[in-house]
């Protein structure tokens, strides 16, 4: 009896061992199956991001193609019909959608407006119904690419690591949209016709759906560990030795964190415009951290999101570079760019550069001053009120043999006007008032033309409104209609 029971407890024993394992190994398989899935479904949502940013571009891009060569007709049929009567009603179709959605407000307030908290705080800016509709629907795509697909059903750690995944890398991804909507050298600028106001505006809102996402990648990571192994685990992966690679991974992504979150409150519409010239500079600093911290995060981690970073990092120094480059070969030759100040009743000043290469300008274009006597290291964009060409009086007598000789007897002048406010435009006025006759002289490098050219010539009608200061913008635009077509 003693060994037949031996021998039954020894095979109950071994079924036993052989179910258990069969179990660990299904429950291994199982969550081996769950992490494929959420990869797979990871990768879909990255690249559905890229899909949809490309989408709207093509779309865009067949619209201003449609739009172009309606011009181009209009053009050609006010050229030969005086009367130009075909194209004085618009279509009824696009004439509501433009009423309605393109150029509509939200509500009855006007777009483009600031929102007044109070007298002396402005937060944010009213998009158009457009815009809205397309942030909105944005931001809706980045909130259900982040909730589906996670195995809700799944223990709590299981969640949280599949959230911590996704929410990381759907952030990641949204940083390539965000720096090439951050530059002014944007060539989408010109193929989509966007102006640069608008895509600083979907910037900003980039940049909040970048930080959402961060933070909850951050917080997925807080809670998992804290949830694990207590508080105290949290504290030691921070601060025990800065070899350990995993220590390194969460430390520098966490830094990568605070400085993206730190952008997001300074960045606060009523902070920014109170100290522009420091926001500016600290911006970019915090920019410069947040990239590095995600760069080491990602290395070290081994990830291949680090690729999309790169591309972001990529397309911020060509950008850098150009405007560099650009500034060089403008302001660089024939004694430099010099600017005369002049002081003008109502709080305003005219500055007339002249500038060391001839440029062509178009209406409604503008163009970044730098003005090292007034502010240092900072740059201000204002419309240009008026250009002209006249003969340079330092240019050698005799006739042109080139094409530099060529350009050398043209001498381009701009002119700016600029009604003082805060910051760079109040010191500006305030140093030429002081200076004698109200005039003075100054240094100055001047970087463009930027803006998407609308012209008004394939009109037969033409009626310009402006108030103020925003007179400098028509003015070109009278004249290129007079010069050509009066």
């Not at 009855?108 to 908290?117: A, F, G, P, V």
């Not at 600028?189 to 966007?194: G, M, R, S």
């Not at 909040?208 to 807080?222: G, M, P, Y």
Request: hydrophobic share 50%; proline share 4%.
């Amino acid at each position: 009896m003693p060994i037949m029971f031996s021998t039954r407890w020894t095979a109950s024993a071994a079924v036993g061992t052989t179910l258990l394992a069969q179990t660990v190994h299904g429950a291994v398989d199982s969550s081996r199956i769950m992490e494929s899935e959420a990869l797979a479904v990871n990768k879909l949502f990255h690249n559905l991001i890229l899909i949809i940013c490309g989408s709207v571009a093509l779309v865009l891009i067949c619209w201003r193609v449609l739009i172009a060569s309606v011009r181009y007709v209009r053009l050609l049929a006010c050229l030969t019909d005086d009367k130009q009567r075909y194209f004085s009603t618009p279509y009824k179709t696009y004439a509501s959608l433009k009423k309605h959605l393109l150029y509509a407000p939200i509500s009855r307030k006007r777009h483009n407006r600031e929102i007044q908290l109070s007298t002396a705080i402005n937060m944010g800016v009213l998009p158009t119904r457009f815009q809205l509709l397309f942030l909105a629907a944005y931001l809706a795509s980045n909130t259900a690419f982040c909730v589906i697909g996670i195995h809700w059903d799944q223990p709590y750690q299981t969640v949280v690591i599949e959230v911590r995944r996704r929410s990381g890398i759907l952030a990641v991804v949204n940083m390539v949209p965000l720096f090439v909507m951050a530059t002014r050298n944007n060539p989408l600028i010109y193929w989509l016709d966007i102006s640069f106001d608008t895509f600083n505006l979907l910037h900003r809102w980039f940049g909040r759906i970048v930080v959402l996402e961060t933070l909850l990648h951050s917080l997925a990571w807080l809670v998992s560990t804290a949830k694990l192994d207590g508080w105290a685990d949290v504290a030691n992966v921070l601060t025990t030795d800065p070899q350990v690679t995993w220590g390194l991974i969460v430390t520098w992504g966490l830094i990568s964190t605070v400085a993206l979150v730190a952008i997001s409150i300074q960045s606060v519409s009523f902070i920014r415009h109170a100290f522009y010239e420091t926001f500016k500079h600290i911006h970019i600093g915090l920019a410069i951290v947040s990239v590095i911290g995600l760069w080491y995060h990602l290395k070290l981690a081994n990830l291949p999101q680090i690729k999309l970073l790169i591309v972001a990092i990529v397309v911020w120094v060509i950008e850098r570079s150009m405007r560099i480059l650009r500034l060089v070969y403008r302001n660089i030759g024939s004694g430099g760019t010099k600017a005369l100040v002049e002081a003008l009743p109502g709080n305003a000043v005219r500055i007339t550069v002249a500038l060391a290469r001839p440029w062509t300008f178009a209406p409604g274009q503008h163009a970044y001053l730098y003005m090292p006597s007034i502010g240092l290291w900072t740059s201000h964009p204002f419309s240009v009120a008026w250009s002209q060409e006249a003969e340079n009086p330092h240019a050698g007598s005799g006739l042109a043999s080139n094409t530099q000789d060529v350009l050398a007897l043209r001498k381009t002048s701009i002119s700016f006007v600029i009604r003082a406010r805060t910051g760079f435009t109040n010191t500006l006025l305030r140093k030429t008032e002081v200076a004698p006759e109200g005039r003075m002289y100054t240094k100055c490098f001047v970087e463009g033309p930027y803006g998407e050219l609308n012209l008004m010539r394939s009109y037969g009608t033409a009626i310009l409104v402006a108030g103020g200061i925003g007179i400098t913008y028509q003015v070109p635009h009278v004249r290129d209609l007079v010069a050509g077509y009066a």
